[in-house]
């Protein structure tokens, strides 16, 4: 049994319940009751619905809504900021839309704490590190009230898909490395087994000369 996400509503305005949903794989028949509707607080109020959906063969599950019923032109979020997966040295823009009486005031979170500056409806983040993994929230306010944003969790891979080295032999004798992508260090060794260490060159695409020893070329992100 499933039900809808949670609403937030003006006061005074239409609304209703969302009905749930059911499945079952005994019998084609789902009896969905209500089991209670109970209102908590004012300004904003909260009332929330339990069901009870029970098939042929008896089994029954349950779930609830909550509909948060606030003042008119209090802030509302009707789009959350959403949980992403990035590789390192990506770019993550987190967002919410806000409907409500303006002017509309930002401050976005990062696992609980203010961030300096992040003030506006979209928090963006370049070049992704390890430390900016966690979580992020927004609270909107305005002259009448504010709204919390749902926690949205950014999650960085510390091993980022692999990007292969591209090598091209040019028709002068020499060959080009080339790569994408951000925060790749190029290595450099005499021999594939043997000590890596930083290339000269950094900054794809990298024209090589031919060379009386030979060299083994590879990225390292850190």
């Not at 370049?126 to 002259?143: F, K, L, W």
Request: some cysteine; hydrophobic content about 40%.
């Amino acid at each position: 049994m499933q039900c809808a996400s949670n609403l937030v509503v003006e006061a005074g305005s239409a609304w209703d319940f969302t009905p749930p949903t059911f499945t079952t794989c005994c019998g084609s028949n789902v009896t969905i009751n209500i089991l209670s509707t109970v209102t908590n607080g004012s300004a904003p109020a909260l009332v929330t619905r339990t069901w009870r959906a029970t098939d042929d063969c008896g089994t029954s599950a349950d779930c609830s809504q909550t509909v948060t019923l606030v003042a008119p032109g209090s802030p509302i979020i009707v789009n959350q900021p959403q949980s992403q997966t990035v590789s390192l040295g990506s770019n993550v823009v987190f967002s919410v839309t806000v409907t409500g009486v303006t002017p509309l005031r930002y401050q976005w979170h990062f696992k609980g704490s203010n961030l300096p500056g992040a003030t506006n409806a979209t928090y963006t983040i370049t070049n992704v590190r390890t430390n900016d993994a966690g979580t992020y929230d927004v609270v909107v306010t305005n002259a009448i009230s504010s709204a919390a944003s749902q926690v949205a969790t950014l999650t960085v891979l510390t091993t980022p898909n692999p990007i292969p080295i591209s090598i091209i032999s040019n028709p002068d004798g020499t060959f080009t490395l080339a790569w994408s992508g951000a925060g790749w260090t190029l290595l450099e060794a005499s021999e594939v087994t043997g000590t890596w260490s930083n290339s000269l060159f950094q900054v794809s695409p990298v024209n090589l000369a031919p060379a009386a020893a030979k060299k083994f070329y590879r990225l390292t992100h850190p």
